[in-house]
């Protein structure tokens, strides 16, 4: 699977962002989608997630926060993220799986490229 998340910049604290991310359409519609991301020094964590049939998961610390959206049609999933904190400044990347547990686990043999997203205090 072909991802590449884009969008990334340095923001403020308290502004908003938003990155995406884009497949190859075949593959796009049978796959649950994630958003993770890596902070200097931190393990890769799950932001969030999203099926194929809508169902969301967020982590705890960007609940209210951020949205996770997905058009199959345009083959892309986006990651709106408002109120942004410095501890949210990282590399987000996304990645999918037609096992929704495996999304949710973040444990995959292969990474695209990131988006670095940087929020200044």
């Known amino acids: 699977v072909q991802l590449q998340a884009f969008g990334g910049g340095l923001v403020q604290a308290g502004g908003s962002l938003r990155i995406s991310c884009a497949s190859s359409g075949d593959i796009f519609r049978r796959y649950a989608m994630g958003w993770y991301r890596q902070a200097p020094g931190k393990r890769r964590e799950l932001v969030a997630a999203?099926?194929?049939?809508?169902?969301?998961n967020y982590a705890d610390s960007v609940k209210g926060r951020f949205t996770i959206s997905r058009d199959n049609a345009k083959s892309t999933v986006w990651l709106q993220m408002n109120s942004l904190e410095p501890e949210d400044t990282a590399v987000y990347y996304c990645?999918?799986?037609?096992?929704?547990?495996?999304?949710?686990?973040?444990?995959?043999?292969?990474w695209g490229q990131g988006t670095l997203v940087t929020v200044s205090s």
């Open positions: 990645n999918a799986d037609s096992r929704w547990l495996k999304v949710l686990s973040g444990i995959f043999d292969s």
């Open positions: 999203i099926s194929v049939g809508g169902t969301i």
